[in-house]
């Protein structure tokens, strides 16, 4: 099998992995970025974009990372089309392994891996899973077209999931387990007022109802309060599970410091990837990996800089350092 060295190879290419890639590339650094499992990130399953800076009117998310990769390979970026399944941080220099084989070496690592989307856990989630359970609305969401179907949530992800359904379905039931949302006003009023969305406040999905034949799929919801565990089953024919995000870090354990729900530690204000509390050199993270905060592109995108001027500077110290 191959083994090729870069100077960067930046892992992931949502947001802050091109962005990343478009500063180092500008920088000369001819980085190699790996697409992932995932290539373009969490925003290729978004549905409209109206807050990332640049486009006065609503674009697609899709689109919108089609434009950052190639603006990124413009620049100079090599694309690999490959999935890292091991790494090494702390090796010199850094040794990652892909899912196609190829082993790939760098004198700096920025981390860009992203955040995956987060399953509620029950046993009828599974066994409907694709076969009316979904977690992206804008991939499944016209196998509903004029039947009721729920979403569960209620962050941003759950209120957009449930205004583009409602464009599309007969009805959406927004389920959430708390009496407010989380997230922008903007979106809360939309769903307020749509009169094809309902949202039903203090309910938990108990369980997902359907057939289970070979023609099957989901026919209900039996949902549970969260004040008085009373149940009631509605009729859906969809269900949409938008409850967060779980940060792609499962290959740095032991290697990086994380916190509890597995988000990579930065020092505050910085990029720089830590273990036991110290910096470890060459090893950056930008974006969702490293942020359980904001979790925006434009944040994300805003990380991804950072990180390839720290790479620059890191690299030119170690020249420096060679050289002397
Ligand atoms: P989020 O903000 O973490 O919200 C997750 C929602 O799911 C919360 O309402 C949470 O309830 C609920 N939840 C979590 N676990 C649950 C469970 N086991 N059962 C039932 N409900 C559960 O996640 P997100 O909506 O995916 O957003 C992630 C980040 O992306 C946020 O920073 C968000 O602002 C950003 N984002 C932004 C936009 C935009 O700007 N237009 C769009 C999408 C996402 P509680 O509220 O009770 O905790």
Not at 91 to 118: F, H, Q
Not at 274 to 285: D, E, R, S, T
Request: proline share 2%; hydrophobic share 40%.
């Amino acid at each position: 099998m191959t083994t090729q060295h870069h100077k960067l190879v930046i892992i992931g290419s949502g947001a802050a992995g091109c962005s990343a890639a478009i500063y180092a590339a500008r920088a000369g650094l001819a980085p190699a970025m790996i697409r992932g499992m995932q290539p373009g990130g969490q925003l290729t399953i978004t549905t409209e974009v109206e807050n990332y800076p640049g486009f006065a009117d609503a674009i697609e998310g899709p689109w919108l990372m089609q434009q950052m990769e190639k603006q990124a390979e413009n620049c100079g970026t090599q694309l690999v089309n490959d999935f890292i399944k091991e790494i090494d941080v702390h090796a010199n220099p850094k040794t990652m392994l892909g899912e196609s084989g190829t082993t790939y070496t760098a004198d700096a690592v920025i981390i860009a891996t992203g955040a995956s989307a987060k399953w509620l856990g029950m046993e009828s989630e599974a066994k409907f899973n694709g076969r009316g359970v979904s977690a992206c609305a804008t991939c499944d969401g016209a196998f509903y077209r004029n039947q009721k179907v729920a979403v569960i949530g209620g962050g941003n992800s759950a209120k957009e999931e449930a205004l583009y359904l409602a464009n599309i379905c007969d009805h959406v039931t927004l389920v959430h387990r708390r009496d407010s949302f989380r997230g922008e006003q903007i979106l809360t009023d939309r769903v307020l007022a749509h009169d094809k969305i309902t949202v039903k406040w203090d309910s938990a999905p108990d369980e997902i109802l359907g057939d289970e034949g070979p023609t099957g799929g989901v026919t209900g919801m039996r949902l549970k309060s969260t004040k008085t565990g009373a149940t009631e089953e509605i009729d859906v024919h969809g269900v949409f599970v938008a409850i967060g995000h779980k940060p792609n870090t499962d290959i740095f354990k032991n290697q990086l410091d994380m916190d509890e729900t597995g988000y990579l530690d930065v020092t505050a204000g910085t990029v720089d990837a830590l273990h036991n509390g110290q910096k470890v050199a060459g090893v950056f993270a930008a974006g969702d990996v490293a942020d359980n905060v904001y979790r925006q592109a434009v944040t994300a995108a805003g990380m991804g800089c950072m990180a390839a001027l720290d790479v620059n500077r890191y690299l030119d110290n170690l020249e420096a350092a060679a050289a002397a």
